[in-house]
């Protein structure tokens, strides 16, 4: 994260860190370029990633950036955002997880149409232009869910005794 975030600030675009506070003692994530804003919780990472971004890229890593990856894909599939996802597959880093994704179509734990919403490209420049190009398609059967804030409330429960 620190060398793609040094090298966009360098080339004069906006960066923007949404660190939660944990990292930032010991200065475990290192000197933040940009604009920094500091969460409680990973969940309140994402949900803020996901409120301000456009789109979501993952570049060749770990746990952490698979994990950040299956959720926004999660997400997706179940309509609570429609923003392209994408990975940049930097000397086929992420081949195996492809067709293990893949696999997983043909084994029909994932549908066709939830696959189209990881994008992958080989080069930077593809991968914008195919994250530009995305149409959100969303499930018919789950883009009937609601995820407002009431939606996630639990009603009240009617416990009158009646005899």
Do not use: Y
């Not at 923007?16 to 500091?38: D, M, Q, R, W, Y």
């Not at 930077?124 to 869910?145: H, Y």
């Amino acid at each position: 994260m620190g060398c793609v975030s040094t090298a966009v600030a360098q080339h004069e675009r906006q960066v923007l860190g949404i660190i939660p506070s944990a990292f930032t003692i010991n200065n475990l994530v290192g000197e933040t370029c940009g604009k920094e804003i500091k969460v409680a919780t990973m969940q309140e990472r994402l949900v803020m990633m996901m409120e301000l971004s456009d789109a979501f890229i993952a570049l060749p890593g770990g746990f952490g950036t698979l994990e950040e990856l299956f959720q926004m894909i999660s997400w997706a599939q179940l309509n609570i955002h429609n923003k392209p996802i994408g990975v940049l597959n930097i000397n086929g880093f992420f081949n195996g997880l492809l067709s293990f994704v893949d696999h997983a179509v043909k084994q029909e734990f994932i549908t066709p149409r939830a696959r189209k919403i990881l994008i992958s490209a080989t080069t930077a420049d593809e991968l914008v232009d195919k994250l530009q190009a995305f149409r959100f398609e969303p499930d018919p059967a789950l883009s009937k869910l609601k995820w407002s804030p009431s939606s996630s409330q639990k009603e009240k429960l009617d416990l009158t005794l009646r005899l």
